[in-house]
């Protein structure tokens, strides 16, 4: 799987958008990018995943950069309740296994 | 609304017992999970099940086996539990992937053991 660079933390004012970058400068033409997030004390959970094309669901926004070298988890009116842990993945779609790194810490300020 | 449940949310055993943690999911799913998270480590996968009775080990299976013998059901067990085996579980389903699709995993709260 290719390795993911995220910065360790970041603060978002509640109600702004929180763009959250991560680099995949090594990922191949078969791997995701899968963003995942993690509240304290409670299990992970799966937020929006993209292979090339900009994705949008209900929780977040995907934008993969053309070279697919970067992406950025757009979380377009942050609240109280989306201060966090993100971890941002890179692996094929099969693959079943996750592996999470430090991820970056998100803290949203009333 | 799906739910993934794990049997306690903190756990405290000693040295050389026998820890049994379980994990019950209510969205039909094939495959479970067992993970540990560490601080610096990240998440590792500990072993995988993608059906009843079968398993298949994970980056890190030393020191743990597994039990499914319901589909609903997974369950991790430390056989003689050691000191570094302290650290939050989680365990997790999804859906059987097919075509090289993705089907997104559901964790549970988490069982935080700590081993005396």
């Known amino acids: 799987d290719a390795k993911t660079t995220q910065p360790p933390s970041m603060d978002c004012a509640e109600g702004r958008a929180a763009n959250l970058p991560c680099n995949h400068s090594?990922?191949?033409?078969?791997?995701?990018v899968y963003w995942y997030r993690q509240i304290h004390s409670q299990g992970p959970q799966y937020i929006i995943h993209?292979?090339?094309n900009n994705e949008t669901n209900e929780m977040a926004s995907l934008i993969i950069t053309e070279d697919r070298k970067s992406s950025t988890l757009i979380l377009p009116h942050a609240t109280l309740r989306d201060t966090a842990v993100y971890y941002c993945?890179?692996?094929?779609?099969?693959?079943?296994?996750?592996?999470f790194g430090a991820g970056t810490t998100v803290t949203v300020r009333a | 609304d799906v739910k993934v449940t794990q049997s306690s949310r903190y756990l405290v055993k000693r040295t050389g017992e026998k820890v049994f943690l379980e994990c019950v999911q209510d969205?039909?799913?094939?495959?479970m999970f067992w993970y540990r998270q560490d601080p610096g480590l990240g998440l590792r996968l500990i072993y995988f099940?993608?059906?009843?009775?079968?398993?298949e080990k994970g980056d890190i299976p030393e020191g743990y086996s597994v039990s499914r013998e319901k589909k609903e059901r997974f369950s991790l067990i430390l056989e003689s539990a050691s000191t570094n085996q302290t650290s939050m579980y989680l365990c997790?389903?999804?859906?059987?992937?097919?075509?090289?699709?993705?089907?997104?995993?559901?964790f549970g709260p988490g069982t935080r053991l700590t081993v005396l």
């Open positions: 090594t990922i191949s033409g078969n791997e995701y």
């Open positions: 969205m039909d799913h094939e495959n």
């Open positions: 993945i890179v692996r094929v779609g099969y693959d079943y296994k996750l592996s």
């Open positions: 099940s993608y059906d009843v009775k079968m398993k």
């Open positions: 993209g292979l090339k």
């Open positions: 997790a389903s999804s859906l059987l992937g097919t075509g090289g699709s993705y089907n997104e995993q559901f």
